[in-house]
């Protein structure tokens, strides 16, 4: 079930539109950003690495809707669940479907920022043979998506992710063979900035939390309300030191509220990237495990929800 529910989110146009809006909104970051004052790159990570926030914050609200709540709506989940499957096991192989595609998303928009950044290293200047490949990726995988469709029949909109993924993964390599100078890199990946890799591996654990709190919300929601209050969720969340951090020592209902909600901003740490501070395993390993406690807390209440909402047949 989790394959299927998978495939299905792979076979949603809105995914493709989303990991689409990523790889073509970071790559053009090195063309549209102006006025950098020698901070070309610090900017750039900034937007890449708030595209992947945003972008994946909407994709695990939709996915989730589409796959939950499409299935009750439509009918599927009534006849899964009359066969020997119960509703835990369905709840939990929809979760690890959205997962993988979550998983997916970040495992694309992480590279094509990395790229960017790398494009955007030589002062005043964009590093052209850098970032083609990149913008390249797009029309590339779209026209082979679209031949493969032609020849074979094959379903577009799932051959053009793979695809996309494929391609920004060999924009990447050849990226990471280039030099500043436009010649060969002596060591592959020397002039990309590779404490971006745990920054982005944290937003994917807060997407994969976003994803639960999607999927507990998509038990009575539907789409609309659902993206929405995911949204105050992640707003709420990134201000939680502010609103409620700070009150948390004299006020009771400020400390629970603090408790709750997910605190985003153990997952951007894009202020240490500035520094020049490489994020730390044991860090990694923390933030891990706050998002897997969270995690399994809203899993336990989608499924505590999940068991009295009607099934329509």
Not at 105 to 128: G, H, N, Q
């Amino acid at each position: 079930m989790a394959g299927l529910a998978l495939r299905e989110m792979l076979r949603q146009p809105l995914t493709l539109l989303l990991m689409t809006s990523a790889v073509a909104g970071i790559g053009l970051m090195p063309i549209l950003t102006t006025h950098t004052l020698g901070e070309a790159e610090k900017m750039i990570a900034d937007n890449a690495l708030a595209l992947h926030f945003f972008l994946g914050m909407l994709l695990a609200g939709t996915a989730a809707c589409q796959s939950l709540s499409g299935d009750i709506r439509r009918g599927t989940a009534a006849t899964i669940l009359s066969k020997p499957v119960g509703r835990v096991a369905f709840l939990l192989a929809k979760f690890a479907g959205i997962a993988g595609g979550m998983v997916l998303f970040s495992a694309v928009a992480a590279p094509a920022s990395m790229i960017a950044m790398r494009a955007s290293a030589l002062p005043y200047a964009i590093d052209w043979p850098v970032a083609l490949p990149l913008l390249a990726a797009i029309p590339v995988a779209f026209a082979a998506a679209a031949a493969v469709n032609y020849l074979t029949r094959r379903p577009f909109v799932s051959d053009a992710i793979g695809l996309l993924a494929v391609a920004v993964l060999l924009a990447f390599v050849i990226a990471g063979l280039q030099s500043k100078e436009g010649e060969a890199a002596a060591k592959f990946g020397a002039f990309y900035t590779w404490t971006l890799v745990p920054v982005n591996a944290l937003i994917a654990m807060a997407l994969l939390l976003l994803a639960a709190i999607a999927l507990a919300l998509a038990t009575r929601l539907d789409v609309v309300p659902t993206v929405t209050l995911c949204g105050v969720v992640f707003l709420v969340g990134l201000m939680s030191d502010h609103l409620f951090g700070r009150h948390a020592a004299h006020s009771r209902i400020a400390a629970t509220l603090y408790a709750v909600v997910p605190n985003w901003q153990h997952f951007w740490v894009v202020d240490a990237l500035h520094l020049g501070v490489r994020v730390p395993a044991s860090y990694l390993a923390w933030a891990g495990a706050y998002a897997a406690l969270y995690l399994i807390g809203i899993l336990a209440l989608a499924i505590f929800s999940f068991r009295s909402t009607e099934v329509k047949t």
